[in-house]
């Protein structure tokens, strides 16, 4: 066995295992909040892992994949086409993008689940526009004082005009909301967040009639079977799937 199928080995065989786990938590997250596991979609974060273990994640049936950055992911989709596996996965970005960025965000990932500016939104618009996609988006939604967390203010002016608009920009389509719960705070106060998310989509429901905002993206490897109890429909995983990420401190 080469030492390259032996690396794609032990990924895989610790994917599989991590898989199991978090498969059986957030199953028995489902079942306590009296929901079905099929409400809730897993985005398989993936970012600052190397193209090979999405290969192997894919190879055990993960198709939703959550990416932070345009570049990294540019670079990786070229080696997921040479493995015979992009076409089998949708790569949604999650992270800040700035507008210069946004043609080539249309470019490389399926959706992007980061929007948090009416600028932005009509970039990707125009850029969806010339390559004739239609790109599904979620609005980010800022529910934390930390200033290190981008999104929309739920209350802002800035919302409430890009709410009014997205009927108009045809080549979007608007899916939900997403946010990010601060870090370190008490239970109570991370299911307020989760809960403050659900109110305004189904506020943004009678409000603006023409959308339809059916996903509530929330919840990550530390939280999210308070986002389930909450009424979460996509979580984002990455740390309690495919481990720490390379670089960081464990």
Partial sequence: MSEQTERQTVIREDLARNLERLEDLIASSCRAANRARSEVELVAV????PAEALVAAVELRLRVFGENRVQEFAAKSVELAAAGVRGRMRAHLIGHLQSNKAAKAVE???????????????R???AAGRIGKRLPVLLEIKLSHEESKAGLAP????????????????NLEAQGLMTIAPLDVPEDETRGCFRALKLLRDRFAVEHPRLNLPVLSMGMSGDFSLAIAEGATRIRVGTALFGMRPGYPK
């Fill in 108 to 122: 490389v990932f399926d959706a992007v689940d980061s929007v948090d500016s009416l600028r932005l939104a009509e």
């Fill in 124 to 126: 990707l618009d125009e």
């Fill in 155 to 170: 209350d802002s002016t800035e919302l409430a005009e890009l709410l009014e608009k997205l009927p108009s920009l045809h």
């Fill in 46 to 49: 993936s970012k600052n892992h």
